[in-house]
Structures are given as structure tokens and as C-alpha cells.
């Protein structure tokens, strides 16, 4: 049997379902869907991923079974239809439409009208008696198989797009505003202009056999998977190449046929900010790429449909609560009314923002839609997308001397909530040329509305504007799965992009001046607005504000209750301060997980350079007892802070340089003869002292236990202020519970060192205060040597703490300091696929640290395992930890909410 290429939907019965995303793409699979759900699609066919795959494997071929699958489909979607695909009489038209497994909102192409020539044009008008509609749908095909089958795009950046070009002028000419009021003479004429393009541009003659136009479309469909801004898409969302897109092939139905027509797109819900109740754009008489292009600005159909279209209103309204019920989620579909009736053409879990995700999950899960579980899914709220609740808004006392100031320069749709201000770009290669020249200029992207080719400059920028599109348009889309700030549909901005100018009445505003938007308003302002802390960091950390005010507060705190029941993972924070340490409790953090020391060290750098220069134990210990009371109260208070709550304390870690190098010496002329008054050397002595502490890699060099093995009073000291400050703090009333940790051990035998003295020292703590308190001494995994000999380690070892920053740089032996220059061409070439010093290389650095779980469990089964480096904030290294068995992540304070999050996530679906 030949393998099945071509899958039929139509007639209330599909031969896929929504399950088969693999093989039918999103679109394909939920077409059939729809369809096996009893939903109004007109009849169609899809051409499988695998269809894809071998097309690029085979030099751009089709496999030969398809061309009969092909044909025999089409039949069948004649005979749903009742029309016949080239007939002269009673013409079928066919869209072809491309969809991949995970949706890529327009990065690849569509041509639609399909089987119009100039004879099937005169009975199409015939037939719908409605000439202006068939020459509207005949001159929009042509463009359309002219742009995306035969590659006529416009030559440059500054140049608009060809076909729009001849479309203005024909306007013009007419004395018409709108396409939609020009007459069938000019429709006819355009049509002639366009092919004429055509064949002067490309040289090619437009294709006048249906057949030959749909296997064209197929092609270009297929061929649209491996255009720059798909593959730039899948980058950045990490959808694998491999995958391929399906090609979808569906009767057409007439959004433009008249006035009782229309196109649209339409969400079961808001999902910029998340209000219930269905929502979108439509236009009446026109065709589905006008609306999503954001060509005209469309009207709202919660606000104006039930007036032009009662029955469809009413009819759009049940198919978005049955599409809810059934797929337990948020749509975004796309519709036609053709004639008063609705049409489906799409439907897809809706993206959103984050702020949105966290209000519609807890809104699914209080309508009894779906459970906890299900509310807590990553494909609903992206763990990272928390963040967005914790970003600034506005500071609204700054906004309104803003708007007093006369500063307000319009008001346009809300399409993604934050607040952003920066300088005006009005391209986006500029944008990220600019971005790359430095990451710290906020910028903000103006353009009369966006399309995929921007995608790069979007990601560069902090807020999008656009003066055309609305909630549903190209640039809305994108910046609500980003996170960014958005305003679309401002249609007071008039931008000159030849000129670098965006005028708003008088004023004229210029490419690098700066501009605020209020992403949840609409709002945009000339120059710069404050802005203030989100609402759930007014509640949380500042406290100005209490829970019962804030909506979003609440949502916040229900969704991260539930993550908290259902999580195994713990939670901990990287802090150094007290301050630091009660920000990260507020945010939920159940322990610190590295309290690094050597700031404390850089706040007392005059005692640590004595310790540096002196020559013998004994000038090194009197300038260590120096150093001992601060560190000592830095400690009392996070044992404070954390009452009780586990705090893991590094010892000292970098190398001896950092304190004192000759770029110190050099800098400051007085160093050099204070450096020698202390140590009791001449000045050349201690130059060369200095001199000797220079490293050629001090990333692999003297740092880490290897300092405590050498100086031991330094151990010696720091072990003695941790004990001193909670002996104090325990008998202040206040439960302590100190990890000490030994930094970069990658032998049994360093460990071990290291253990003694510091159990020693606890012993002599207790005997001279009399009280002990209970600890542990253990070890960070940050070499590879320490993962793969974990269990040597772990039998005096009391816990491990993986630190994953240094273990990726030793594994991978790439530096973290060196990696920039050769990193971005690694990942635009695919060579690795996301930064391993922000996401944990699972295939090798995670390998080793499952090995070093492993190895030193065996040793000791109940050993307590965590991760400190950067990694712990990081939504699927969190999950790779649960997988693994640890027992906590630690991460910076602003992060805990999301790993509390990514680990409940981990926890319900693995
Ligand atoms: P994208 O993936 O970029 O959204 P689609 O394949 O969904 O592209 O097509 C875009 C729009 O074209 C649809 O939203 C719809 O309005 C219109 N369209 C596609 N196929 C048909 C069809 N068979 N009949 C009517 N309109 C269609
Ligand atoms: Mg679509
Ligand atoms: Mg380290």
C-alpha cells in the first residue's frame, strides 16, 4: 500500500483529527476538527508534513503517489461543494494554506482564489451575478500567486509593495478612498497591470490551468517552511527544523461578496489582558488577508457585528462557547460570513500575555473548565511569562503631568499591557542594528503596521506602534507572545518613512526621539513618562499597596498557591543582604541556596589586601580577625532574614587578584607604600608580591577550596564567623539552620581539608559559647572531575550544590568571559541550539550532574542536592532538575516566582 499523503475533510466527517498535529499541521488537524464537531468548514484536504519532508529531502519534489491523492481529493471536495474546479460554468476555487505542527502566525505563505482565469472570472460573475466581486476576488489572486508563487517582492526596504503601489494609484485615479469602492473597469484594468508586472519583473507568464496554479501554490506552500523568516521564527521559539509544514487545500468561501459579507478574526476571550468574552476585527466585504494584514483598520465585533449582522453575531458567539468547551482553552480563529452565514476557517490555542495567561487560567479553572493541574500547564502560562506581572507600569501621577503638559499624542488599541519608552526606529533592521550596537537602548518600534519580515527588529525593541491593524493584526499577535508593550490601530500617527518622520497633527517627531506607550491603555506620549512597580511588587515587596486592591495581585497569588501545592521541587534564592533575602521570602523563597561571601570582602578590602600581603600565618590571622566582626553581623542578620529557613554559605571563591592586582597598584599611587607599611617589606618586595598573584586562566586557577587549602586561617575565620553569628542569633530566640559549602572541590581529599577545619572550628564555637546549633558541611559540583567521582565526595559530603555556571564552563571548556564573540554565530548556524549558560546543556553538562546524582546517592541516599548557578531561574533547566531528583533550585530573588511555577509545571506533566 502506498503511504497516505492526503487526508479528505468534509461533509461533517474528517479522515484526520485534532490529535494528528504531527502529520496535519495545527490548521489541518483542527479543520478536521472542526468539522468532526459539527462546525460550519467548507470541504478541503490536507497534504501531510511527511509530504513535506520528502520534498526538501528529494530536491524539491513530490512524491509520485501524491499526484493521484491530489486529484482524487480535489473530486471529492467538488462533489461536497457542487462545483467543479475549472469549469466554465460553475467554477470551484480553492484556498492553499500553509500549517505547521505549532503555529507560526504568519511566517509562511497563502494564496487564495485559486482556478480563476479569464474564463472562469465570467462565470464566477455569472453564476453570483455579482461581476465586481468576481474581478475583486480575480485581481486579488493574481497578486497574491504574484507575491508568494512567483516572487515578485519589492526590491528594498524604503520600496512598498508593488501590487499596493499600482492598487493606490488605481484609487487615486478613480477618486476612490477604499478598494472596495472601485468599479469592475478598474478591477479589470488592475488585473491586466499586475500580470503585465508580473512578466516584466520576473519574466514569467501568470498560469492560466487551475491544475497547474494549485500545484504552483503547493510548492510555494512547502517552499515557505524554508524562507529566512520562518527558520528565524523557529530559532527563536525553538520549533525544530525537522518538522515541516502541511499544506491545506480548501474550498473558498466569499467574504466579499456584498454587504452581508465579511472577513475576520476573533478571540474567545481578551488576551492582552485577559477580560472574558469574545472579541476581534472583521470587515465587511472584503477578504481574509485584508484583516490580518492590518491593511485597513477593521471594526470590533464586541462592539459593532450584532448591529451589521444580528444571525452572525449570535451564531459566532455559540461556535466560540462550543470551541471553548471542546478544547478546554482559548481560540483564535479566523471566520468568513459569506452571505449572512459563518464560515470556519481556523482555530488554535490562542496566545497570550502573560498577564492574560494568569487571569484566563484562573478564570478556566473557577468556570469548572478545566483543574488545577490543567491550570497549571506550560503551554497556558510559559513559566518566564510571569515576569510580566513583575514588570513597571506607568507611575499615573507621572502620566498625568504628561498629559498636562500637553505630551498625549494619541490613543490607538491596546494590544500587549507593560509600559515601555525609548527612541523612535522606524525599521527593523535598524532596530536591530541598534540593539546590537547596545542591548541597553530602549527602543520602540513605529511602523505603519508590521509583518513577519520584522520579526528581528521586534525582538530587538521594548514596545511596538503601529498606525494601522487591529487587536488581531500581525504586529498585536507577535508582541503579545513576546511580552512586549503594544499599541496597534493608532491611526493619528502619520508615518514618513523616506522622511524618518511620524507626525501627529503639529507635531513632528523624528527616528531616535523618545516616546512612551502605555501598552494597557492605548496611551502614547511624546518623550519620557516614569514609570513605578507592577502591581504585585506594590503589594508584595514595596508594600503600598494591600492584597484585596489588587485584581492582579489576587490572581497571582492563587495561581502560585496552586503551583505550591502540586510542586516537589523547593525553591530557594541566591542573596548576599538581608534586604535581598526578605524580597526573595516575599516572592515565596524557601531557603538560600548560595549566599556567595566575597562582597562582604570587597566592602573590606583594606583588611583582605593586609591578609594578601603578609607574609606569615600570623600578620595573616590578626588581619583575618579584622575582617571576622563584619562578616560575622552579615550573617547574624540573613540568619535573621531567614528565621530558621536553610542559608547555604559559599566560602570565599575567587582568585586573590581580584582584591589586589597591579591595575589596583597603578590606579591608586598611594597603594604601593601602604601595601608596604603593613607587611614590613619595601615597596619593590611587595610590587612583585602583587605581581606573582597575576593568572594567566583564573578562571582554572589559584580560587575556590584551593584558597582555603593553602591559607587555612581563611577557612578558619569564615567558619568561625558563621558559627559565632548563629550561636548569637539562636540565643536572640531565632532559629538558624547554617550549609557551610566548599567551593570548586573536584578530589575526596579537598573536601575533606576543608570539612575538618570547619567542623573544628564549629566544635571550639560551641565549647567557648555553649551552645550549639545544628549544620551541615557540603560541597558545590562545579567541576567535572567532583560529578563523576560524586560518590567519593559524598561520603563525607552532607549535601551537593550543583553550580552550573562554572561546571558549563568547564565542561563545555568554554569561558562564560569569552563566549560572546562566536556564541551568536552558533546559534544563527544552528550549531547549538539555545546559550548554555542560560538554559543547562542537558546532553552534556546535565549528564554529568544526573551522573554526580547518581554516583553520590549511592554513597549516601538521603544526600540533599540543589542547583545555585544561573540556571535555577530557568524555566526547562528547573524541569530538568525535578527530572533528575534534586531537591531545590536556587535562583536570583525576581525569579522565584517562576521557578515555582516551572517546578509545578514539571511536577504535573513530567
Ligand atoms: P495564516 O496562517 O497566515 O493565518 P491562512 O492560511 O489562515 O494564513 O489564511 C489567511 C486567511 O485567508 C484566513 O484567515 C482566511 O480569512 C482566508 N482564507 C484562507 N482560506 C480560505 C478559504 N478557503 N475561504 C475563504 N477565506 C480563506
Ligand atoms: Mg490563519
Ligand atoms: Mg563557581
Same mark, same amino acid.
Given at each position: 500500500?502506498?503511504?497516505?499523503?492526503?487526508?479528505?475533510?468534509?461533509?461533517?466527517?474528517?479522515?484526520?483529527?485534532?490529535?494528528?498535529?504531527?502529520?496535519?499541521?495545527?490548521?489541518?488537524?483542527?479543520?478536521?476538527?472542526?468539522?468532526?464537531?459539527?462546525?460550519?468548514?467548507?470541504?478541503?484536504?490536507?497534504?501531510?508534513?511527511?509530504?513535506?519532508?520528502?520534498?526538501?529531502?528529494?530536491?524539491?519534489?513530490?512524491?509520485? @503517489?501524491?499526484?493521484?491523492?491530489?486529484?482524487?481529493?480535489?473530486?471529492?471536495?467538488?462533489?461536497?461543494?457542487?462545483?467543479?474546479?475549472?469549469?466554465?460554468?460553475?467554477?470551484?476555487?480553492?484556498?492553499?494554506?500553509?500549517?505547521?505542527?505549532?503555529?507560526?502566525?504568519?511566517?509562511?505563505? =497563502?494564496?487564495?482564489?485559486?482556478?480563476?482565469?479569464?474564463?472562469?472570472?465570467?462565470?464566477?460573475?455569472?453564476?453570483?451575478?455579482?461581476?465586481?466581486?468576481?474581478?475583486?476576488?480575480?485581481?486579488?489572486?493574481?497578486?497574491?500567486?504574484?507575491?508568494?508563487?512567483?516572487?515578485?517582492?519589492?526590491?528594498?526596504?524604503?520600496?512598498?509593495?508593488?501590487?499596493?503601489?499600482?492598487?493606490?494609484?488605481?484609487?487615486?485615479?478613480?477618486? %476612490?478612498?477604499?478598494?472596495?469602492?472601485?468599479?469592475?473597469?478598474?478591477?479589470?484594468?488592475?488585473?491586466?497591470?499586475?500580470?503585465?508586472?508580473?512578466?516584466?519583473?520576473?519574466?514569467?507568464?501568470?498560469?492560466?490551468?487551475?491544475?497547474?496554479?494549485?500545484?504552483?501554490?503547493?510548492?510555494?506552500?512547502?517552499?515557505?517552511?524554508?524562507?529566512?523568516?520562518?527558520?528565524?521564527?523557529?530559532?527563536?521559539?525553538?520549533?525544530?527544523?525537522?518538522?515541516?509544514?502541511?499544506?491545506?487545500?480548501?474550498?473558498?468561501?466569499?467574504?466579499?461578496?456584498?454587504?452581508?459579507?465579511?472577513?475576520?478574526?476573533?478571540?474567545?476571550?481578551?488576551?492582552?489582558?485577559?477580560?472574558?468574552?469574545?472579541?476581534?476585527?472583521?470587515?465587511?466585504?472584503?477578504?481574509?488577508?485584508?484583516? %490580518?494584514?492590518?491593511?485597513?483598520?477593521?471594526?470590533?465585533?464586541?462592539? !459593532?457585528?450584532?448591529?451589521?449582522?444580528?444571525?452572525?453575531?449570535?451564531?459566532?458567539?455559540?461556535?466560540?462557547?462550543?470551541?471553548?468547551?471542546?478544547?478546554?482553552?482559548?481560540?483564535?480563529?479566523?471566520?468568513?460570513?459569506?452571505?449572512?452565514? %459563518?464560515?470556519?476557517?481556523?482555530?488554535?490555542?490562542? $496566545?497570550? !500575555?502573560?498577564?492574560?495567561?494568569?487571569?484566563?487560567?484562573?478564570?478556566?479553572?473557577?468556570?469548572?473548565?478545566?483543574?488545577?493541574?490543567?491550570?497549571?500547564?506550560?503551554?497556558?502560562?510559559?513559566?518566564?511569562?510571569?515576569?510580566?506581572?513583575?514588570?513597571?507600569?506607568?507611575?499615573?501621577?507621572?502620566?498625568?503631568?504628561?498629559?498636562?503638559?500637553?505630551?498625549?499624542? *494619541?490613543?490607538?488599541?491596546?494590544?500587549?499591557?507593560?509600559?515601555?519608552?525609548?527612541?523612535?526606529?522606524?525599521?527593523?533592521?535598524? *532596530?536591530?542594528?541598534?540593539?546590537?550596537?547596545?542591548?541597553?537602548?530602549?527602543?520602540?518600534?513605529?511602523?505603519?503596521?508590521?509583518?513577519?519580515?520584522?520579526?528581528?527588529?521586534?525582538?530587538?525593541?521594548?514596545?511596538?506602534?503601529?498606525?494601522?491593524?487591529?487587536?488581531?493584526? &500581525?504586529?498585536?499577535? %507577535?508582541?503579545?507572545?513576546?511580552?512586549?508593550?503594544?499599541?496597534?490601530?493608532?491611526?493619528?500617527?502619520?508615518?514618513?518613512?523616506?522622511?524618518?518622520?511620524?507626525?501627529?497633527?503639529?507635531?513632528?517627531?523624528?527616528?531616535?526621539?523618545?516616546?512612551?506607550?502605555?501598552?494597557? =491603555?492605548?496611551?502614547?506620549?511624546?518623550?519620557?513618562?516614569?514609570?513605578?512597580?507592577?502591581?504585585?511588587?506594590?503589594?508584595?515587596?514595596?508594600?503600598?499597596?494591600?492584597?484585596?486592591?489588587?485584581?492582579?495581585?489576587?490572581?497571582?497569588?492563587?495561581?502560585?498557591?496552586?503551583?505550591? $501545592? &502540586?510542586? $516537589?521541587?523547593?525553591?530557594?534564592?541566591?542573596?548576599?543582604?538581608?534586604?535581598?533575602?526578605?524580597?526573595?521570602?516575599?516572592?515565596?523563597?524557601?531557603?538560600?541556596?548560595?549566599?556567595?561571601?566575597?562582597?562582604?570582602?570587597?566592602?573590606?578590602?583594606?583588611?583582605?589586601?593586609?591578609?594578601?600581603?603578609?607574609?606569615?600565618?600570623?600578620?595573616?590571622?590578626?588581619?583575618?580577625?579584622?575582617?571576622?566582626?563584619?562578616?560575622?553581623?552579615?550573617?547574624?542578620?540573613?540568619?535573621?532574614?531567614?528565621?530558621?529557613?536553610?542559608?547555604?554559605?559559599?566560602?570565599?571563591?575567587?582568585?586573590?587578584?581580584?582584591?589586589?592586582?597591579?591595575?589596583?597598584?597603578?590606579?591608586?599611587?598611594?597603594?604601593?607604600?601602604?601595601?608596604?607599611?603593613?607587611?614590613?617589606?619595601?615597596?619593590?618586595?611587595?610590587?612583585?608580591?602583587? @605581581?606573582?598573584?597575576?593568572?594567566?586562566?583564573?578562571?582554572?586557577?589559584?580560587?575556590?577550596?584551593?584558597?582555603?587549602?593553602?591559607?587555612?586561617?581563611?577557612?578558619?575565620?569564615?567558619?568561625?564567623?558563621?558559627?559565632?553569628?548563629?550561636?548569637?542569633?539562636?540565643?536572640?530566640?531565632?532559629?538558624?539552620?547554617?550549609?557551610?559549602?566548599?567551593?570548586?572541590?573536584?578530589?575526596?581529599?579537598?573536601?575533606?581539608?576543608?570539612?575538618?577545619?570547619?567542623?573544628?572550628?564549629?566544635?571550639?564555637?560551641?565549647? @567557648?559559647?555553649?551552645?550549639?546549633?545544628?549544620?551541615?558541611?557540603?560541597?558545590?559540583?562545579?567541576?567535572?572531575?567532583?560529578?563523576?567521582?560524586?560518590?567519593?565526595?559524598?561520603?563525607?559530603?552532607?549535601?551537593?550544590?550543583?553550580?552550573?555556571?562554572?561546571?558549563?564552563? !568547564?565542561?563545555?571548556?568554554?569561558?562564560?568571559?569569552?563566549?560572546?564573540?562566536?556564541?551568536?554565530?552558533?546559534? @544563527?548556524?544552528?550549531?547549538?541550539?539555545?546559550?548554555?549558560?542560560?538554559?543547562?546543556?542537558?546532553?552534556?553538562?546535565?549528564?554529568?550532574?544526573?551522573?554526580?546524582?547518581?554516583?553520590?546517592?549511592?554513597?549516601?541516599?538521603?544526600?540533599?542536592?540543589?542547583?545555585?548557578?544561573?540556571?535555577?531561574?530557568?524555566?526547562?533547566?528547573?524541569?530538568?532538575? &525535578?527530572?533528575?531528583?534534586?531537591?531545590?533550585?536556587?535562583?536570583?530573588?525576581?525569579?522565584?516566582?517562576?521557578?515555582?511555577?516551572?517546578?509545578?509545571?514539571?511536577?504535573?506533566?513530567?
Amino acid at each position: 500500500m502506498s503511504t497516505k499523503y492526503v487526508y479528505f475533510f468534509g461533509d461533517g466527517k474528517g479522515e484526520g483529527n485534532g490529535k494528528m498535529k504531527a502529520e496535519l499541521g495545527g490548521k489541518g488537524a483542527n479543520l478536521a476538527e472542526m468539522t468532526n464537531i459539527g462546525l460550519p468548514v467548507p470541504a478541503g484536504f490536507t497534504l501531510t508534513t511527511e509530504v513535506c519532508t520528502w520534498y526538501y529531502a528529494n530536491n524539491k519534489q513530490f512524491p509520485p @503517489e501524491l499526484k493521484t491523492q491530489v486529484e482524487e481529493a480535489i473530486k471529492k471536495t467538488e462533489r461536497s461543494m457542487g462545483a467543479e474546479f475549472g469549469s466554465k460554468t460553475n467554477p470551484l476555487l480553492v484556498s492553499c494554506r500553509s500549517g505547521a505542527r505549532e503555529s507560526m502566525p504568519g511566517m509562511m505563505d =497563502t494564496v487564495l482564489n485559486i482556478g480563476l482565469n479569464d474564463d472562469t472570472v465570467q462565470a464566477l460573475a455569472k453564476q453570483s451575478g455579482n461581476e465586481r466581486f468576481a474581478w475583486d476576488s480575480y485581481r486579488r489572486f493574481v497578486q497574491m500567486y504574484g507575491d508568494v508563487v512567483l516572487d515578485l517582492k519589492p526590491r528594498n526596504k524604503t520600496e512598498r509593495d508593488p501590487f499596493e503601489v499600482a492598487l493606490e494609484h488605481k484609487k487615486e485615479k478613480a477618486g %476612490v478612498e477604499l478598494d472596495n469602492q472601485l468599479s469592475v473597469k478598474d478591477l479589470k484594468e488592475l488585473v491586466q497591470e499586475f500580470k503585465a508586472l508580473i512578466k516584466d519583473r520576473t519574466g514569467k507568464d501568470f498560469p492560466t490551468d487551475p491544475m497547474q496554479q494549485v500545484w504552483g501554490a503547493i510548492g510555494a506552500v512547502f517552499g515557505s517552511w524554508g524562507n529566512d523568516r520562518a527558520v528565524v521564527y523557529r530559532r527563536t521559539y525553538g520549533i525544530p527544523h525537522e518538522w515541516g509544514t502541511a499544506a491545506n487545500v480548501q474550498a473558498m468561501v466569499f467574504g466579499n461578496l456584498g454587504d452581508d459579507c465579511a472577513t475576520g478574526v476573533g478571540l474567545t476571550r481578551d488576551c492582552a489582558i485577559g477580560t472574558p468574552g469574545f472579541c476581534g476585527d472583521y470587515l465587511i466585504n472584503a477578504q481574509g488577508e485584508d484583516v %490580518v494584514a492590518g491593511i485597513r483598520t477593521p471594526k470590533r465585533i464586541e462592539e !459593532t457585528l450584532s448591529k451589521d449582522m444580528q444571525v452572525a453575531y449570535d451564531q459566532l458567539n455559540d461556535i466560540g462557547k462550543k470551541l471553548e468547551k471542546h478544547f478546554k482553552e482559548v481560540q483564535d480563529i479566523e471566520f468568513t460570513i459569506q452571505r449572512g452565514k %459563518v464560515w470556519m476557517l481556523q482555530t488554535r490555542n490562542a $496566545k497570550r !500575555t502573560g498577564f492574560a495567561a494568569v487571569r484566563i487560567a484562573v478564570d478556566l479553572l473557577k468556570e469548572g473548565l478545566i483543574d488545577e493541574k490543567e491550570a497549571l500547564q506550560k503551554r497556558r502560562i510559559p513559566a518566564d511569562d510571569l515576569n510580566q506581572l513583575l514588570q513597571p507600569i506607568f507611575d499615573p501621577a507621572a502620566k498625568k503631568v504628561a498629559d498636562k503638559e500637553g505630551r498625549l499624542l *494619541a490613543k490607538g488599541i491596546n494590544a500587549g499591557p507593560g509600559a515601555a519608552s525609548g527612541k523612535i526606529v522606524f525599521f527593523a533592521d535598524d *532596530a536591530e542594528k541598534m540593539h546590537a550596537a547596545d542591548p541597553k537602548t530602549d527602543l520602540i518600534l513605529v511602523r505603519r503596521e508590521t509583518s513577519p519580515e520584522d520579526l528581528r527588529g521586534m525582538k530587538a525593541a521594548k514596545g511596538i506602534l503601529t498606525a494601522f491593524g487591529g487587536a488581531s493584526s &500581525h504586529a498585536a499577535l %507577535v508582541s503579545r507572545q513576546m511580552g512586549k508593550a503594544c499599541i496597534v490601530g493608532c491611526s493619528a500617527l502619520n508615518i514618513d518613512y523616506d522622511a524618518g518622520t511620524l507626525t501627529v497633527g503639529s507635531k513632528v517627531l523624528k527616528a531616535g526621539d523618545f516616546l512612551s506607550m502605555d501598552g494597557f =491603555t492605548g496611551e502614547v506620549f511624546q518623550g519620557k513618562v516614569t514609570t513605578k512597580p507592577s502591581e504585585v511588587i506594590q503589594v508584595l515587596i514595596n508594600k503600598t499597596l494591600k492584597p484585596a486592591e489588587s485584581e492582579t495581585f489576587q490572581r497571582f497569588d492563587t495561581l502560585m498557591k496552586i503551583a505550591d $501545592k &502540586h510542586r $516537589k521541587l523547593r525553591v530557594r534564592t541566591n542573596a548576599d543582604l538581608p534586604n535581598q533575602a526578605d524580597e526573595a521570602i516575599a516572592f515565596g523563597a524557601e531557603g538560600i541556596g548560595l549566599c556567595r561571601t566575597e562582597h562582604m570582602f570587597f566592602d573590606h578590602l583594606e583588611e583582605i589586601r593586609r591578609m594578601i600581603v603578609a607574609d606569615n600565618v600570623e600578620r595573616r590571622e590578626a588581619a583575618l580577625a579584622q575582617l571576622l566582626p563584619f562578616q560575622r553581623a552579615d550573617f547574624a542578620g540573613l540568619f535573621k532574614s531567614m528565621n530558621g529557613k536553610p542559608v547555604t554559605i559559599r566560602l570565599i571563591d575567587p582568585p586573590l587578584h581580584e582584591f589586589l592586582s597591579d591595575a589596583h597598584v597603578e590606579s591608586d599611587p598611594k597603594l604601593a607604600d601602604k601595601l608596604a607599611k603593613w607587611s614590613g617589606k619595601s615597596v619593590d618586595e611587595v610590587k612583585k608580591r602583587v @605581581e606573582e598573584l597575576h593568572e594567566f586562566n583564573p578562571m582554572l586557577g589559584h580560587r575556590g577550596c584551593r584558597l582555603g587549602i593553602v591559607y587555612p586561617e581563611i577557612t578558619r575565620m569564615q567558619a568561625r564567623a558563621i558559627f559565632e553569628a548563629a550561636v548569637q542569633v539562636k540565643k536572640e530566640g531565632v532559629n538558624v539552620f547554617p550549609e557551610v559549602m566548599i567551593p570548586l572541590a573536584g578530589f575526596a581529599t579537598e573536601f575533606k581539608n576543608q570539612e575538618k577545619l570547619i567542623r573544628d572550628t564549629a566544635e571550639k564555637v560551641f565549647a @567557648e559559647t555553649g551552645t550549639k546549633v545544628d549544620y551541615m558541611v557540603g560541597t558545590m559540583i562545579e567541576v567535572p572531575r567532583a560529578a563523576v567521582r560524586a560518590d567519593q565526595i559524598a561520603e563525607s559530603a552532607e549535601f551537593f550544590s550543583f553550580g552550573t555556571n562554572d561546571l558549563t564552563q !568547564t565542561t563545555l571548556g568554554m569561558s562564560r568571559d569569552d563566549y560572546g564573540p562566536f556564541i551568536g554565530f552558533y546559534r @544563527e548556524n544552528d550549531i547549538i541550539g539555545s546559550d548554555p549558560f542560560q538554559m543547562i546543556d542537558q546532553d552534556g553538562v546535565g549528564d554529568l550532574m544526573r551522573i554526580g546524582v547518581e554516583r553520590g546517592r549511592s554513597k549516601r541516599p538521603k544526600l540533599k542536592i540543589g542547583i545555585c548557578g544561573e540556571h535555577g531561574g530557568d524555566p526547562s533547566s528547573v524541569m530538568f532538575c &525535578h527530572r533528575i531528583g534534586l531537591d531545590y533550585v536556587s535562583c536570583s530573588p525576581f525569579r522565584v516566582p517562576i521557578a515555582r511555577l516551572a517546578a509545578a509545571q514539571a511536577a504535573v506533566e513530567g
